[in-house]
T-cell receptor, first 114, second 117 residues
Framework: DQQVKQNSPSLSVQEGRISILNCDYT??????FLWYKKYPAEGPTFLIS?????DKNEDGRFTVFLNKSAKHLSLHIVPSQPGDSAVYFC?????????????FGTGTRLQVTL | GAVVSQHPSRVICKSGTSVKIECRSL??????MFWYRQFPKQSLMLMAT?????????EQGVEKDKFLINHASLTLSTLTVTSAHPEDSSFYIC?????????????FGPGTRLTVL
C-alpha cells in the first residue's frame, strides 16, 4: 500500500522556467511533509518541509504548497537551474514530538535542459 | 547542516558471508537513526528504526535475525547483513534525526552499495 505517491516518474523543464513536482498522500494522520533531492549513488539531501498547520513554505527558489483537503502537496522550483536535475522525493510523517519514521514517495526525476 | 557518514561506500562479497555497514553522525548526537534500502528506480523503504541503547524496531517483513542493528553510541549505528545472498544486493542508506529542535528532519548518509555474488 503506497501511502505517498508521486505519479509523475519524470519531468523535463527548460532552464529558467518553473518546475512543479507533485505528491499525493492517503494517510490523513500525516501532519509533516518534506522534500528531498537525490543524486544517483548518494543519500537524499533535505530541501524544504511544511507542517500541516501551514499551506505554504518558501525558502529561496523552493516553495512547497500543501492542500490538506486534497491530500496533495507540490514543490515549486523557480527559476529552474541545470544543477536542479536530480530525483526528488516527497516524504511524510506523523509529528510525535520525537524522531519519527518517514514514508517516501516513489520519486520524480527532474531534468532541467538548457 | 548536519553530516552523516557511511562506511564502506561500496562492498562486494561472496554469498554466505556477513557484511557490516557503519553509520555515523559527525557533528551532532543522534538518539535515533534509521536504516533504509533502495532498489533501482524505486523508493526508499524503511527497514528499521535504531535507538541508542535499546533494541531496534523493524518494519514488517524485515528479518531482524538477518539484518542486525546495533546503536551502541549517540553517534554510531551499525547494520550487519548476515549470511548475505544475491537478493540482498541493494543500496543501503542510513539517516539520523537532527536533534530536539529538528526532530522531524532526517539527515542522510551517502549510502552503501552492497553487491553479493
Amino acid at each position: 500500500d503506497q501511502q505517498v505517491k508521486q505519479n509523475s516518474p519524470s519531468l523535463s523543464v527548460q532552464e529558467g522556467r518553473i518546475s512543479i513536482l507533485n505528491c499525493d498522500y492517503t494517510n490523513s494522520m500525516f501532519d509533516y511533509f518534506l522534500w528531498y533531492k537525490k543524486y544517483p549513488a548518494e543519500g537524499p539531501t533535505f530541501l524544504i518541509s511544511i507542517s500541516s498547520i501551514k499551506d505554504k513554505n518558501e525558502d529561496g527558489r523552493f516553495t512547497v504548497f500543501l492542500n490538506k483537503s486534497a491530500k496533495h502537496l507540490s514543490l515549486h522550483i523557480v527559476p529552474s537551474q541545470p544543477g536542479d536535475s536530480a530525483v526528488y522525493f516527497c516524504a511524510a510523517t506523523v509529528n510525535t514530538g520525537t524522531a519519527s519514521k518517514l514514508t517516501f514517495g516513489t520519486g520524480t526525476r527532474l531534468q532541467v535542459t538548457l | 547542516g548536519a553530516v552523516v557518514s557511511q562506511h564502506p561506500s561500496r562492498v562486494i562479497c561472496k554469498s554466505g558471508t556477513s557484511v557490516k555497514i557503519e553509520c555515523r553522525s559527525l557533528d551532532f548526537q543522534a538518539t535515533t537513526m534509521f536504516w533504509y534500502r533502495q532498489f533501482p528506480k524505486q523508493s526508499l523503504m524503511l527497514m528499521a528504526t535504531s535507538n541508542e541503547g535499546s533494541k531496534a524496531t523493524y518494519e514488517q517483513g524485515v528479518e531482524k535475525d538477518k539484518f542486525l542493528i546495533n546503536h551502541a553510541s549517540l553517534t554510531l549505528s551499525t547494520l550487519t547483513v548476515t549470511s548475505a545472498h544475491p537478493e540482498d544486493s541493494s543500496f543501503y542508506i542510513c539517516s539520523a534525526n537532527g536533534g530536539i529542535e529538528s526532530y522531524n528532519e532526517q539527515f542522510f548518509g551517502p549510502g552503501t552499495r552492497l553487491t553479493v555474488l
